[in-house]
């Protein structure tokens, strides 16, 4: 079992930065593909990006490359994403979620936080 709690969410102007963390419970953590989703209102929730067990290979979804950076600190058991030139279209409930696969797909992970508001005003 692991448990997420996520942290670092706000409100921020266009082109401004937030970091958010998500720290996980459990001696298991640096054996997890972390991820981050994001959801904003009336719409699905969407995959920003995954990280593999040792933070060595990322990936990030187009919408957010160049812009957002996914890094873990397993002796932490701490996830972030530190984003930059935040944009309006940005503002989401962000997710922090554990799986074991190497996917974009929100039914393969296993573990989900409760989820941080970011909100990005023009």
């Known amino acids: 079992q692991v448990q997420l709690v996520e942290s670092g969410g706000g409100s921020v102007q266009a082109g401004g930065s937030l970091r958010l963390s998500c720290v996980a419970s459990g001696r298991t953590f640096s054996t997890y593909r972390m991820a981050w989703f994001r959801q904003a209102p009336g719409k699905g929730r969407e995959f920003v990006a995954h990280?593999?067990?040792?933070?060595?290979?990322?990936y990030h979804a187009d919408s957010v490359k160049g812009r957002f950076t996914i890094s873990r600190d397993n002796a932490k058991n701490t996830v972030y994403l530190q984003m930059n030139s935040l944009k309006p279209e940005d503002t989401a409930v962000y997710y922090c979620?554990?799986?074991?696969?190497?996917?974009?797909?929100?039914?393969?992970?296993?573990?989900w936080g409760q989820g941080t508001q970011v909100t990005v005003s023009s």
């Open positions: 990280i593999n067990w040792s933070g060595g290979s990322t």
């Open positions: 979620t554990a799986g074991e696969l190497r996917t974009v797909l929100r039914s393969g992970y296993d573990y």
